[in-house]
């Protein structure tokens, strides 16, 4: 009932479960029996949708399920996919907790103290675009309101993902969510709304060419770390086995 009170005095649909949403960022292409859970949507006007997510990996005894806390927003114009990988909720030696990693000769650094929040992923070629969306002004909005989560951009959307589920009935999770769309969402819509891919030219199209719509999918630094500890161990035994005998 809370919920409910809180969905219509704020213009919002509370919904406690859903089917899977068809998105295009990088935790919704994930696992299987996907399901949206405890969120909100608008009813009409710009769509906004925020709550949690999981889906399951693995089978049997080696399954896992991933519980996540989103908001989509989406855009007006078509833009490069682009990624700020939150260093606040990374894991051990900075490796990232998305479940989908990038080419690190994508990551584009920025101006300021932006850097020590967030790693940012563009296109290969589209570092200027990147620089076009990430004003100054922009960027502080995400370093004051959106640090502790990643951010992704991608077609005509706006992503914002917490490392776990929000906290059912917390006003104080909601409250800072609103904030985050009227603060970085706005700034977003309205820093974006003239932009148009150079190599496409036509602004009416609305599309970005195709290098520029996805990242360079890479090697997960954890699979790297056991690869340099598998080989580590083997170099010893091996080497050992010879200086023993």
Not at 9 to 16: D, S
Not at 73 to 100: I, K, W
Not at 151 to 174: K, N
């Amino acid at each position: 009932m809370r919920m409910h009170r809180f969905a219509e005095a704020n213009g919002l649909v509370y919904e406690m479960a859903s089917p899977a949403p068809n998105y295009p960022g990088a935790i919704f292409d994930q696992g299987r029996s996907r399901r949206e859970s405890d969120h909100f949507r608008t009813a009409d006007g710009r769509f906004l949708d925020f709550g949690n997510y999981r889906y399951v990996t693995g089978s049997g005894k080696n399954s896992t399920t991933h519980h996540w806390g989103f908001l989509a927003l989406h855009l007006d114009r078509a833009l490069p996919h682009m990624l700020l990988d939150s260093r606040a909720n990374n894991g051990m030696f900075g490796a990232s907790n998305l479940p989908t990693s990038f080419r690190r000769d994508q990551v584009l650094s920025l101006e300021g103290d932006f850097d020590r929040s967030f790693t940012l992923y563009c296109p290969r070629e589209y570092e200027r675009d990147a620089l076009y969306v990430f004003t100054p002004d922009l960027m502080a909005f995400l370093i004051d309101e959106a640090a502790p989560y990643d951010v992704e951009i991608v077609d005509r959307w706006l992503f914002v993902y917490a490392a776990r589920p929000f906290p059912l009935a917390d006003a104080h999770t909601y409250q800072r969510l609103l904030r985050i769309v009227d603060t970085v969402g706005r700034k977003t819509l309205s820093q974006t709304d003239r932009y148009r891919d150079e190599r496409v030219g036509d602004f009416a199209l609305n599309v970005v060419a195709r290098p520029g719509r996805r990242l360079r999918a890479g090697v997960p630094l954890a699979t790297v770390i056991i690869g340099v500890i598998v080989a580590a161990l083997w170099g010893f035994s091996f080497f050992g086995g010879l200086l023993g005998g």
